[in-house]
């Protein structure tokens, strides 16, 4: 996989982010170019004050909530922004900041390599897939307080884990990372009314990488019947880099719930599915490489499910994949599946996920990095 | 319980809201008085120039983040306002709007009646309390961008229910409610710290009045293994009105858990339950007391739970108790259980949950209440 990947092209796709100097000064929006920033009000400021409302800004909240028609403008002028930058500024040399307010956070299950993976490991007397698996994306709500930016260390928790022993309260002794995507929802929907999947672009600006750190102890003993609580909100990392969506034109495909009967809020005309590959690291080692052109469930489904009860939606709500897993055992998006829970995290380890999609001229886009290090636990 | 109700003098212990006049002007932030409301930036105007910048705002988020001693100084100043108030404005001349921004919303299922009843109805081929209900309070994220002032209709969701006949998409059949008891943060935390019982009253501001609309089949499809999703998203009201912890000193109790072995963290030293007894209405009829002294866990106890893994807090995190029943068929905190899913909620329907607790003069203090029309599905 690093020989192939190797072998291709990567191409920017000028993601957007923000960034700040280390005094702890009010973050300024910015895109990626190679390794360094375009600082975007000051891209603006030359020759599109219109645009400044917009851009002049510490998040990307005031441009998603714009929507698309604004979003079109700004990716207009990138090319030039980036072929005559005033400045570039290398990342090394500023701190990159959490891009925008999450509203929101909503994680889903949308991989059936996963689902059933996790299903045998964890509930091995049962079916590993639900009966409502294939007749809806399954999801739930995390916490949004706790989603950090790409280099925020992990802090080991302790909680309650139950054994035939009885309870003990103790650090994790099985942390985990996921390996997901996330969608980032910009223009907001009134409460009452849906959102078809033909709209999922009218109200989704783009996608970021995200670690949906998970302490499987912690989350076995707590997880009937309400679902995942503390096992998971302790932190959930993104990317700096919020890739638009119309950069990945090029890599959309259907998903395979495509060919299935389904409720006719969730059946798609066109391919909404991603092809995108992704790749985890831990201390530098390939772990494995999950493609998220197997996901059951495209983020269009996902939108319109999360809406069909009329839930409304906020700028800055974000909902995640779930963990991508392909069919072998080296496309496995856990640890869990990946070492069969025989193997989980150091202290002092650093797990990176990262990203590249097909490019419209057959070269491979650079979606970024997340990227978080271990912590000890506290002493309790 | 009316007649014991009429035979006690109910006593203001002036909550705060917002309001604003109905031509969707910037909200003012007051006190309830009675039938009328006091605004705290004219009264503030008058005589304490010091607290405008907490109490001249849209909402209460200001002051909620400015912390005890802060809270202390405006709930010293409230009895001479009241006392000679520049001006009362009839709640009826106002809207009330929602006090303050939701950050994360948690629901907890603190109740021991309320856990054992679903249990044997939707499981009942299994031990009603699964084994960690007794060890922590068990609780899921949902969804904060949903929850709404008092007096917004609930329009009657779809979704997916499944069934041996298969699976079908159509408006819910089964809309219930839950008489619950939300927490409203004001203080927050560091991500990776957690706040002992102890803190509470450091980080907690008040008490409002929750009904948990609910989905009975669309959640029952859904919920296993993630837990309730689009069955309870679609709408959360609140009460205009937060009580101040501080106005409820004299319903203070202990709580069950106390006599049972927790984990160190769970261990309360003084008692900080609450004796609030609540009551249900439909279109005006008593349907049951929920006494929320009866709740297992106290909220200090959910407090430290939610952050016992490191996951940090923020101004406006909501903080429900879950569903209060207390042990006998009227004192239970929804319909499943009132009506053993015979009977649900109606198009048409005004569900209103309001509640008293003892005052230090005993008296009882009015909380308000939380209310809301249950409006038909949209036609699909």
Redo the contacts between chains.
């Keep these: 996989m690093d020989l192939v990947r190797a072998a291709v092209t990567l191409t920017e796709c000028y993601p957007f982010g923000a960034y700040s100097h280390d005094g702890g000064d009010r973050p300024r929006l910015c895109l990626r170019v190679g390794d360094a920033l375009l600082d975007l009000a000051e891209a603006a400021t030359r020759d599109w004050f219109a645009l400044l409302d917009l851009l002049d800004q510490p998040t990307l909240d005031r441009l998603l909530e714009a929507g698309p028609a604004a979003w079109r403008v700004v990716a207009e002028q990138v090319p030039a922004w980036v072929a005559d930058p005033v400045e570039l500024i290398p990342i090394d040399e500023v701190a990159l900041e959490l891009p925008f307010t999450v509203?929101?956070y909503v994680d889903f299950?949308a991989s059936e390599h996963h689902a059933t993976n996790v299903?045998r490991i964890l509930?091995p007397d049962q079916e590993p897939l639900?009966?409502?698996w294939r007749?809806?994306p399954?999801?739930?709500?995390?916490?949004?307080?706790?989603v950090?930016v790409s280099g925020?260390p992990v802090?080991r928790?302790?909680?309650?884990v139950?054994s035939e022993d009885g309870?003990a309260?103790r650090p994790t002794e099985k942390l985990d990372v996921e390996v997901e995507v996330g969608f980032v929802v910009g223009v907001p929907s009134t409460?009452?009314d849906?959102v078809p999947v033909e709209a999922f672009a009218d109200h989704v600006f783009g996608v970021v990488l995200l670690n949906d750190w998970s302490?499987r102890d912690?989350q076995a003993?707590?997880?009937?019947?309400?679902?995942?609580?503390?096992?998971k909100?302790?932190?959930t990392s993104i990317s700096p880099w919020v890739v638009p969506l119309s950069a990945l034109e090029a890599a959309r495909t259907p998903v395979p719930s495509a060919g299935t009967r389904l409720?006719?809020?969730l059946v798609e005309n066109e391919p909404r599915g991603l092809d995108i590959d992704l790749e985890l690291r831990i201390n530098g080692e390939l772990v494995s490489s999950p493609p998220f052109r197997t996901m059951h469930w495209s983020p269009a489904q996902m939108l319109a499910?999360?809406t069909?009860?009329?839930?409304?939606?906020?700028t800055g709500?974000l909902y995640a994949s779930g963990t991508v897993s392909g069919p072998t055992d080296d496309q496995v998006g856990s640890l869990l599946e990946r070492w069969r829970g025989e193997r989980f995290l150091n202290d002092g380890d650093e797990v990176v996920i990262s990203a590249t999609a097909p490019a419209a001229d057959g070269s491979r886009l650079d979606l970024g990095e997340v990227r978080g290090r271990v912590l000890p636990a506290?002493r309790s």
């Design positions: 509203a929101d299950y299903g509930r639900k009966p409502n007749h809806q399954i999801g739930y709500h995390g916490r949004a307080g706790t950090v925020t802090r928790p302790h909680g309650n139950g309870v309260f409460l009452g849906s302490a912690i003993w707590e997880t009937v019947p309400l679902g995942p609580f503390l096992g909100s302790f932190q409720s006719p809020y499910h999360l069909v009860n009329g839930a409304s939606l906020r709500d506290i």
